[in-house]
Every structure is written in C-alpha cells, then in structure tokens.
T-cell receptor, first 117, second 112 residues
Framework: GAVVSQHPSWVICKSGTSVKIECRSLDFQATTMFWYRQFPKQSLMLMATSNEGSKATYEQGVEKDKFLINHASLTLSTLTVTSAHPEDSSFYIC?????????????FGEGSRLTVL | SQKIEQNSEALNIQEGKTATLTCNYTNYSPAYLQWYRQDPGRGPVFLLLIRENEKEKRKERLKVTFDTTLKQSLFHITASQPADSATYLCALGKAAGNKLTFGGGTRVLVKP
C-alpha cells in the first residue's frame, strides 16, 4: 500500500523555539494532506487540511499563526510549531489521500512526538 | 453537535474468541465509515471502509456492519489472536475527499 513518511519521529525542544515536522508521500502524489494531533489515550483531533498549492484550512480553535502549514509539492507537507510551549507537547500525525482516490482511505505517517521543555 | 462514541473501556478477550466493538454517532449523516488500527506510538493503519448503502463488509477475519437507522457500526474480529491487540478507531466521512472525524478508539487486549 501507499507509504507516508514523517520526520522527525520525536523531537525535544526548549520553550519558545520553533519545530518543523515533515510529511512525505513516498510512492504516490498526495493532493490533500491532513494534520492531526493526539494526546495520550485520546483520539485524533484534526488540526488542518492542506491542499497542494493553496492555503491550508484550519479547524476551529487551531491558531493559524501558531501552526504553520505548507504544502508546496504533491509529495511534501510541513507543519511548523512556532514559539512552542509545553502545552504544545503532543503526538502529531499527518495523513494523505492519494491523487484520484475516491475511497476516502487515509494513509498515515508514523507520527512525531513533540516534547517542549 | 456531532458526536462519535466508542467504548472507552478496554476490551479483554480470550484468544480464539470474537471481539465486537461498537461505534455510535449522533448529529451526523456520514457517506462512509472507516475502521483503523493504531498501535502505541504509531500512526493508524486503514482496515476497512463501508459506505452508507452497504450493510456489511468483510476482510479476512474482520467484519464490519453499518446501520444508518441505528447510527451504529459494529466491528468484529473473529478467531482473535494476541497480535490483534491494539486500539481500533472508527472514522466517519461525509463525502469522498472530505476530512474524516475520528472516534475515541477502543483498546483490545487478546489474551493467549
């Protein structure tokens, strides 16, 4: 099946710094990518939908200036957590829907665990 | 508001038995429903999709039913194995290409 790669798989940073997480579709072109965050023992909460070549659509309550999303190519989307604080510590997961896909199946990355000290 | 509910209590089951998980939703009219498996510290993996006009879907030892009148989906793992131990998430979507909304997941533990 399709492969989505996420990097880094974990990152520890100091409060106030910015962290970039990359999400790549390795063997298919992803016109749409989704970014989720997940707190321990909770479900995935959709943060934003990014479409290649256009601005991301953010879910209600998600700060656009805090979580910058760029989807510059059909195989790469990035999430930058700006001025990270301890409350931003979470598991961030990206997913992609392939070009021409009509099944709605999402291919997920392995996730990136962010710890802000 | 939209609500997707899965049993938050872990399901402990003996190897070889059938595990049955429920996914109930309210204030929602999904076009399709999906089930995913998630292992600790990993991203979810797609298992099955069932559309609103389908009653049942099977894949190997997995079976999913979808009752739009009851607003419920049942997910069955037959002849369960310890390797089936994981958290299972249901997700609903309104149209192909649209975003998915996930339930809270149910953890399954299959004991040998």
């Amino acid at each position: 099946g399709a492969v989505v790669s996420q990097h880094p798989s974990w990152v520890i940073c100091k409060s106030g710094t910015s962290v970039k997480i990359e999400c790549r579709s390795l063997d298919f072109q992803a016109t749409t990518m989704f970014w989720y965050r997940q707190f321990p023992k909770q479900s995935l909460m959709l943060m934003a939908t990014s479409n290649e070549g256009s601005k991301a659509t953010y879910e209600q309550g998600v700060e656009k200036d805090k979580f910058l999303i760029n989807h510059a190519s059909l195989t790469l989307s990035t999430l930058t957590v700006t001025s990270a604080h301890p409350e931003d510590s979470s598991f961030y997961i990206c997913s992609a829907r392939g070009q021409g896909s009509n099944t709605g199946e999402l291919f997920f990355g392995e996730g990136s665990r962010l710890t802000v000290l | 508001s939209q609500k997707i509910e899965q049993n938050s209590e872990a399901l402990n089951i003996q190897e070889g038995k059938t595990a049955t998980l429920t996914c109930n939703y309210t204030n929602y009219s999904p076009a399709y429903l999906q089930w995913y498996r998630q292992d600790p510290g990993r991203g979810p993996v797609f298992l099955l999709l069932i559309r609103e006009n389908e009653k049942e879907k099977r894949k190997e030892r997995l079976k999913v039913t979808f009752d739009t009148t009851l607003k419920q989906s049942l997910f069955h793992i037959t002849a369960s194995q310890p390797a089936d131990s994981a958290t299972y998430l249901c997700a609903l979507g309104k149209a192909a290409g649209n975003k998915l909304t996930f339930g809270g997941g149910t953890r399954v533990l299959v004991k040998p």
